[in-house]
């Protein structure tokens, strides 16, 4: 929200009341508490009158700064973001004759004594931003609205990323941004998946603390301030600082979660019903087959919303029209080996049985004067299912459970976006501050539920609404996305702007959504979609399988399912990644390079885990434009090399796509492609990529629970690479960059380089 008209005025009706000057600061043994008036003083005449700002300091991790500003105080209101509870740090504050200084860590808040104000947030000797004058605000408005802003300043060569699922540039600078989750789809500058949290290339990141509208200008207002603001009386945001990126990322998931594993089969290809199209047992049963007889390995099989009864949206029964016996049916599915998702919302149609029985038991959002909230869009008579209510969350559960409980293993959590604010919930929540936390609510009860019923581990949803904390209930996908290159484009942007703002893993329609795609669409698309963490063949009014397309669309999803079977020692790697530090698998390149400059607005490539570049080929006839960083890479599926850093131009066929391992790399390639689930230990080929003379490279190879099935050490020196297994591993093999594979013969294999 802009407040400004301009650099000297306000905007009509709009005043603002600045901090001048440093009053007291109250030091606690872990707090500090100043109190800066908004007007300069001289003397007591001037200290009976107000406004003044309480702006409150803690250490909630090492390097880590919360900053409460406070306008008055009497305000209450609830809930908050979720956080994990961690153990404090200990802070240093100290206060002499300029400053008073408040230092979590390598972090130090430093806020200035002086005839202005000036609160400047330092780490190792150097400054990284600060709110300066006319920065920090209580803000009044013509329509009579109170805000709290903050202004960061950005550096000349400061860039800002994350806040969300958000489909326009990847890099923030420019952008106004509203964090208020919507059914947008992807192609504007709403998002399903809001997270009030950015973070720079410069050292530090912002998590604004508040789950409610939040306004974000980002070098949008005032051009060298990143600004945000709230409505209401009090603004609380983390400073975080890193100082890489993926520091950052460590730091601000340890506040917020991150995480689980996913279960080794999710990995695989997912085939959905899609949306509007016409199916029923015979129509999967054909799919399935057709996938068996031309050998495209399947994981799961999604039922999308028609297996439920139109106007019934939810009730959780399957359509007896289409699905007569749907345990019978559950159960011939898994007997080939498939998992089974079914569609979901938090809606409860008017038609639908469940509406009676949710009314009575009091289980629906109400409008103050006690209504059930309703209306018509999406399903007649509609309504929302309130889970601040621990009954009507119990109750939501307990229908889940019962298709669990007749075979269904996951579901695809839809919506939980377009949340009213003009109800009352059953435990007093405001509103407006429920209406983002309402995703989180929604999918952490399906997502604990599958975890009770299935084991950790193997807990799975396919959400797309999200907020803070939404990554503990994995997996989220791009939402309803057109089936065009530009879409393919803007979902990635997405898909990594949501890496950036904590969230493990990501999916996306292949194809996309709405419409049919051009074959050339669907087969590019094919490409990435099975080079992301979780891959799903899924459309709107017309089915996704290969066939329809041509026949060659069979053979190039034939090619990725496989490749990315034999990757997945190497995903399952990446994902102890984001299980252990909040790091994604998929990754935008500044995260990996933020000491390149070449990196930061790169949006149309990506890092696979640690050590494979992806760059998805966005044109029919399969001319590519990429960014190679530093030192010799090596194309994975060709063995051609590329030094960098340099621009390489390229043409693949559909069967191709640019896929680079990195210099000093050893990735394990599994000996199964026929499904994600097997003993990756078993078979595994390290290939390796021009390690420097000295280097050592440890690869461990995880099993789906994160237990350790081996362990290699890779070691080059002089021409000589060693590899040495500590145990764990049979028919393992060694593979240089241009040579054949070398069968272990014990636990060491010792290789010539240019032999």
């Not at 958000?166 to 600078?173: D, Q």
């Not at 979902?491 to 049919?516: A, M, N, V």
């Not at 890779?714 to 594979?741: C, F, H, M, N, Y």
Request: proline share 6%; charged share 25%.
């Amino acid at each position: 929200m802009k407040f400004t008209d301009g650099y000297w005025m306000m905007r009509p009706g709009v005043q603002a009341s600045y901090p001048a000057q440093v009053l007291d600061g109250q030091i606690g043994p872990d707090s500090l508490v100043v109190h800066a008036p908004c007007y300069r003083f001289r003397d007591r005449d001037d200290l009976l009158r107000g406004p003044a700002l309480t702006v409150a300091f803690a250490a909630p991790l090492p390097d880590v700064v919360r900053v409460t500003v406070t306008h008055f105080a009497g305000q209450d209101r609830k809930p908050d973001f979720v956080l994990v509870e961690g153990e404090p740090e200990t802070p240093v504050i100290v206060e002499d004759d300029d400053a008073l200084s408040f230092t979590s860590g390598a972090l130090t808040a430093r806020i200035a004594k002086g005839p202005r104000w000036s609160l400047d947030f330092l780490a190792e000797g150097r400054r990284l931003t600060g709110s300066g004058t006319k920065a920090m605000a209580a803000i009044d408005t013509a329509e009579g609205g109170h805000f709290v802003r903050e202004q960061l300043d950005l550096a000349v060569d400061a860039f800002v990323y994350g806040l969300g699922e958000r489909f326009g540039p990847l890099v923030k600078n420019g952008q106004s941004v509203d964090s208020w989750n919507a059914d947008g789809g992807t192609a504007s500058e709403q998002a399903y998946k809001n997270v009030p949290f950015f973070l720079t290339n410069a050292g530090y990141g912002v998590f604004v603390n508040h789950p409610g509208r939040v306004s974000f200008e980002v070098a949008s207002e005032s051009v060298a301030r990143a600004q945000f603001s709230v409505e209401g009386q009090s603004l609380e945001y983390f400073l975080i600082y890193g100082p890489t990126p993926r520091e950052i990322l460590r730091k601000y998931t340890a506040l917020t979660g991150r995480p689980p594993r996913v279960p080794a089969w999710s990995y695989g290809l997912w085939l959905s019903t899609s949306f509007t199209t016409d199916y029923d047992e015979a129509t999967v049963g054909a799919f399935i087959d057709e996938m068996v007889r031309r050998d495209l390995p399947l994981s799961v099989f999604h039922f999308d919303s028609f297996w439920m009864r139109e106007f019934n949206w939810c009730d959780f029964e399957w359509d007896p029209r289409t699905f007569p016996d749907p345990r019978g049916m559950l159960e011939r599915l898994k007997a080939r080996g498939l998992r089974v998702c079914v569609w979901i919302n938090p809606y409860i149609a008017q038609r639908s049985p469940l509406f009676a029985e949710a009314k009575a038991a009091g289980y629906l959002l109400r409008r103050p004067n006690g209504d059930v909230w309703q209306w018509d869009l999406w399903q007649p008579g509609l309504a929302v299912v309130d889970f601040t209510n621990p009954e009507a969350r119990q109750w939501y559960a307990g229908k889940l459970d019962a298709l669990v409980e007749m075979g269904v293993d996951c579901f695809k959590s839809d919506f939980g976006e377009r949340i009213p604010t003009d109800v009352v919930y059953a435990d007093g929540s405001d509103p407006e501050r429920v209406h983002n936390l309402y995703a989180y609510y929604y999918n952490q009860t399906v997502f604990e539920l599958l975890r009770k019923r299935r084991g950790e581990g193997e807990a799975l949803v396919f959400a797309r609404s999200a907020t803070v904390g939404s990554q503990q209930f994995p997996v989220h996908w791009g939402g309803d996305c057109e089936s065009t290159f530009e879409a393919m484009a803007e979902s990635l942007r997405g898909g990594l702007s949501l890496g950036l703002s904590g969230f493990g893993y990501w999916s996306h329609d292949i194809g996309g959504f709405e419409g049919t795609p051009d074959p050339a669409v669907f087969k590019r698309w094919i490409a990435f979609g099975l080079l992301s963490s979780h891959s799903r063949l899924h459309g709107h009014e017309s089915y996704r399988v290969p066939w329809l397309f041509d026949e060659e669309a069979v053979d190039v999803l034939r090619h990725f399912t496989k490749l990315k079977a034999r990757l997945m020692p190497y995903l399952l790697q990446s994902a102890e990644q984001a299980v252990g530090s909040g790091v994604p698998v998929m990754r935008a390149m500044v995260l990996e390079f933020p000491d390149d400059p070449a990196c930061t607005h790169l949006e149309r490539q990506y890092m696979l885990g640690d050590d494979l570049l992806v760059a998805p080929v966005f044109t029919a006839d399969g001319t590519v434009r990429y960014y190679v960083p530093e030192g010799t890479w090596t194309h994975l599926l060709t063995g051609d090399k590329l030094v960098g850093p340099r621009w390489a131009a390229e043409q693949h066929g559909f069967d191709s796509v640019p896929l680079l391992a990195r210099p000093g790399s050893v990735i394990p390639i599994g000996a199964v492609d026929d499904g994600p689930e097997y003993d990756y230990a078993a078979g595994v080929t390290l290939r390796v990529f021009e390690l420097d003379d000295g280097a050592e490279v440890s690869t461990a190879i995880p099993a789906a629970d994160g237990t350790v099935l081996a362990t290699f050490t890779t070691t080059r020196k002089g021409r000589e690479i060693r590899v040495t297994s500590s145990g764990g591993a049979r028919d393992w093999r060694v593979q240089l960059s241009g040579a054949e594979a070398v069968q272990a013969e014990g636990d060491t294999v010792v290789l010539t380089l240019g032999a």
